[in-house]
């Protein structure tokens, strides 16, 4: 079955550090591959999506590359804020229904961004 | 253009009842999705809906079930409460056949003692 694994957190770094948070996932086919972004108090917000092997997606500075040969979608940033501390999601969706298929999510990774 | 909403944000019950949840998907999506979120765990997928059918359907057991109305919007029903089904049910809208983005609404939060 699809899985989606992702560093554990939580993840703690100081105001206009480098961050990587890694991504590896196990599908059938040729997933869609995406992060969810869950600030404290609101909702899942996507916040990135790649459809195909090597796209690369970005959004607020953010972005990703889907590797199929390292099958990874591993999120970065170049200068993070504290504004960006939140619970990050990777996610897949094996796109065996035609559509909007139901996701599969790796555990989240917890971020604080220290001022 | 108001978003996914859910109702009701929170709710307690207890082992053995029986609840219903509600959602109404983002304005022009006709697909729902269900999930639930253990704390401090990812979103797991519950069952899809489209055209008023169940589409799709994660590992669930059948206490766990669904409807869509003609407006596209949804209820998750939950049968025979456990403490485990303690968690943040979250609704997700889409269109079918479209750009596969999910728009999330802001969840229930069940309560089960």
């Known amino acids: 079955g699809n899985s989606v694994t992702q560093m554990e957190g939580p993840v703690t770094l100081s105001e206009e550090a480098f961050l990587t948070i890694n991504c590896t996932y196990t599908a059938t086919g040729y997933p869609s591959l995406f992060w969810y972004v869950q600030y404290p108090g609101e909702g899942l917000q996507l916040l990135l999506k790649?459809?195909?092997?090597?796209d690369k997606g970005s959004n607020k500075g953010f972005e990703a590359t889907y590797r199929k040969e390292t099958t990874s979608f591993h999120l970065e940033k170049g200068s993070v804020q504290v504004s960006d501390s939140a619970v990050y999601f990777c996610?897949?969706?094996?796109?065996?229904?035609?559509?909007?298929?139901?996701?599969?999510f790796g555990k989240g990774t917890h971020l604080i961004i220290q001022p | 253009d108001a978003g996914v909403t859910q109702s009701p944000t929170h709710l307690i019950k207890t082992r053995g009842q029986q609840v219903t949840l509600r959602c109404s998907p983002k304005?022009?999506?006709?697909?729902v999705s269900w999930y639930q979120q253990a704390l401090g765990q990812g979103p797991q997928f519950i069952f899809q809906?489209?055209?008023?059918?169940?589409?799709q359907r994660g590992n669930f057991p059948d206490r766990f079930s669904g409807h869509q109305f003609p407006n596209y919007s949804s209820e998750l029903n939950v049968n025979a409460l456990l403490l485990g089904d303690s968690a943040l049910y979250l609704c997700?809208?889409?269109?079918?056949?479209?750009?596969?983005?999910?728009?999330f609404g802001p969840g229930t939060r069940l309560l089960v003692l």
């Open positions: 996610a897949l969706s094996d796109g065996s229904g035609g559509g909007a298929d139901g996701l599969t």
């Open positions: 790649a459809t195909k092997a090597d």
């Open positions: 809906y489209y055209e008023e059918e169940e589409r």
């Open positions: 997700a809208s889409s269109l079918r056949g479209g750009t596969e983005t999910q728009y």
């Open positions: 304005s022009g999506h006709d697909t």
